[in-house]
């Protein structure tokens, strides 16, 4: 165990650059190794589920290294070019590595098995073997549908037509990487709009692909088999990872900090809108895209929050913020309701039930739905002083490092080794801007 320690902080200053978009550094390297030529990638996620999914792709038959000055390099094999895996493909604690894997390997005459850590190997995977096996593709594992799981491919797919059940990117992703070797067009109904950063990466590439408004939800389309050529990309900064040096300058008294190149795709800024709501002061600056995806940098500065009721439509454009949201909550005036959060459930932990006990342990009031929560605040500083488990989780972990920063006793979180996998300079981003994180044992800075 790895425990972080999180004291108060005077005020946050500066100007950083995030890491790269989680979401859109694996499906550029998925993206890439199906392209033929170099695909050369700026600002690649280096955390450790980026990184398994680079060895996964190599493992398949992709070319993939980073160069001295931080680019990757992804010689891809084309679409049909994948072999079969010496191995079994470790992918450590990253749900997205592995349902969007599985789906491009199950049209593909070959066999595949999948293991990953105890988090992701307690996570849900029949949501994406369901629609893979209409395209022929056979699943071997647990009763349960959990990892290990082999999956038997096809080498004779058919495009299928899918009405996704829940709203859950990975599953329209898995779908649709499984139709890029599969003959013919695959249809998709999403009947609640989620994260659109494989249609944009698809077409990006080439991929024939549209999208279509319907009842609310989108209908979605690929015609399967197409030649893709190599791209030049910059990930934009992760949204999800701007969130935490985002909130502590809000809950922070005199901060004025920067955060550079934050991916500003509308499926993803449904944190930044309720902050906003809630009087957050967040500037944005210098608006450009990059590979398909818009992008800005974010001017925030310490802010009186006031609570509001989150609309339940918004959560598919923020289910992973919301830990980090009911932190700003905790310091907003009255109480912040967040409903129509059920995925939660079944994120890396139990994120409800932890973010819930976790708060009651700081001494913040929040109460519990099977769809989310509402924590009330008062405006003033949450006691603290709790040691916080994170399950394995590292949005637990960062979140309420967070708080910590702010409330009148340090908060500790029991391993913070976690978040690697998503943030690896968290603490020295963080501590470079004026926070006080620092490992049980070690002297402050």
Known sequence: MNQLISSVAQKMSGTVTVPGDKSISHRALIMGSMAVGETVIRGLLEGEDVLNTAAAMRALGADIYRDDEGCWHVHGVGVGGLHEPAGALDMGNSGTGARLLMGLVSTYPFSSTFIGDASLSSRPMKRVTVPLEQFGAEFHGSENGTLPMTVRGTGSPLPISYDV??????????????????PGITTILEKKPTRDHTERMFSFFGVETTTTPQNGGRLITVTGQPELTARNLVVPGDPSSAAFPLVAALITPGSDITINNVGLNPDRTGLFTTLIEMGARIDLLNEREECGEPVADLRVRHSTLKAITVPEGRAPSMIDEYPVLCIAAAFAEGTTVMRGAEE??????????????????????????????????????????????THLDHRIAMSFLTLGMQSEKPVTVDDGSVIETSFPIFRSLMNGLGASIQADGEEKQ
């Open 165 to 182: 059940p829940v709203a859950s990117a990975q599953v329209k992703s898995a779908i649709m990487l499984a139709a890029l070797n599969t």
């Open 344 to 389: 939660l459930r079944v994120k890396e932990s139990d994120r409800i039930s932890i973010m819930v006990k976790g708060l009651r342990a700081c001494g913040i009031e929040v109460e519990e739905f099977d769809d989310g929560m509402a924590v009330t605040g008062n405006g003033d500083k949450p006691k603290g002083g709790a040691l916080v488990e």
